[in-house]
């Protein structure tokens, strides 16, 4: 009796998960429909066939990976990130054993990069900040504030800007300008201020007319930063460390980026490690210096 009793109850409860099952299967269905009819899906737009073309990548240009990535600026597209000096720039003589390799850091964009760029303002590291004439003196006075060493970027400006910018203060100038140009650029700077060539594509024009002039005048060694890789910018600053443990002096172009300053403060760390002062540029060539 037991066992017919267990059949029943079997039956009765299978048949019940059926209903349950069917109860919501068929709810669903005409709730999915109740939706539809109230709110219907928009319409549909034509969607026209995809047309294939050539695509030919290349090295550089339009079609390159180089157009992918923030714009370039003239420092990142330099013919080379370690340059060759011109002849006569270097201190004529170095002993290690008398004084230690000095290495300045340039940021050349501390004028118009922005928020960025207070990091490198108020970092430990003695940067030389490169500003432009064309901003309101902000960027200069928040430089001196900080105890920082201002350069003047001269790319583009006039005579008047240039020395409105030495007296506010600015050591000197930056530029890679050439004939006529470089001629503006040097009588603007004036013999008591400095002119940093930035060799971006010629061999030292700024700096040979500069020095003729009897104007202080150093070249830029390397540009660390012309891609932002951590390997490739700890390759260009041991470059630089090395030309400074040869010769005395080396000069670093960078950007006001993050990548660029935590590369500067690993290079810190080497270069006290191995003895090399981070200087202010008017450390590695004063006003009235002729290297």
Not at 250 to 279: K, Q, W
Request: overall charge negative; charged content about 20%; proline content about 7%.
């Amino acid at each position: 009796m037991s066992r017919f009793a267990n059949l029943f109850w079997i039956a009765i409860l299978s048949g019940s998960l059926l209903a349950l099952v069917a109860g919501f299967a068929g709810g669903r269905t005409f709730g999915s429909a109740a939706v539809a009819q109230l709110h219907p899906p928009p319409p549909r737009a034509p969607v026209s066939d995809a047309v294939a073309r050539d695509f030919a990548r290349e090295l550089h240009g339009a079609h390159s990976l180089d157009e992918a990535e923030d714009p370039r600026d003239d420092y990142d597209e330099a013919e080379d990130a370690v340059a060759v000096r011109p002849e006569g720039w270097a201190p004529a003589s170095f002993d290690p054993r008398e004084s230690r390799p000095k290495v300045a850091l340039v940021v050349v964009d501390a004028g118009t990069a922005g928020t960025p760029a207070d990091a490198f303002v108020h970092s430990p590291i003695p940067f030389t900040l490169v500003v432009s004439p064309s901003e309101d003196g902000g960027a200069l006075q928040a430089a001196h504030a900080a105890g920082k060493v201002v350069l003047v970027d001269a790319a583009g400006a006039d005579a008047a800007a240039i020395q409105a910018g030495i007296r506010a203060g600015a050591i000197g100038t930056l530029s890679d300008a050439v004939g006529e140009r470089a001629q503006t650029v040097v009588r603007a700077t004036g013999a008591h201020a400095i002119v940093l060539d930035a060799l971006l594509g010629d061999d030292g024009a700024n700096y040979r007319v500069a020095r003729a002039a009897g104007v202080p005048a150093c070249t830029r060694d390397v540009i660390m930063d012309g891609r932002d890789a951590d390997p490739l910018m700890d390759v260009l600053l041991n470059a630089a460390l090395a030309r400074a443990q040869r010769t005395g002096v080396a000069v670093v172009l960078l950007h006001a980026r993050p990548h660029s300053l935590a590369a500067a403060e690993r290079f810190a760390i080497r270069a006290e490690r191995d003895g090399v002062d981070i200087v202010p540029l008017d450390r590695i060539i004063a006003p009235g210096d002729r290297l």
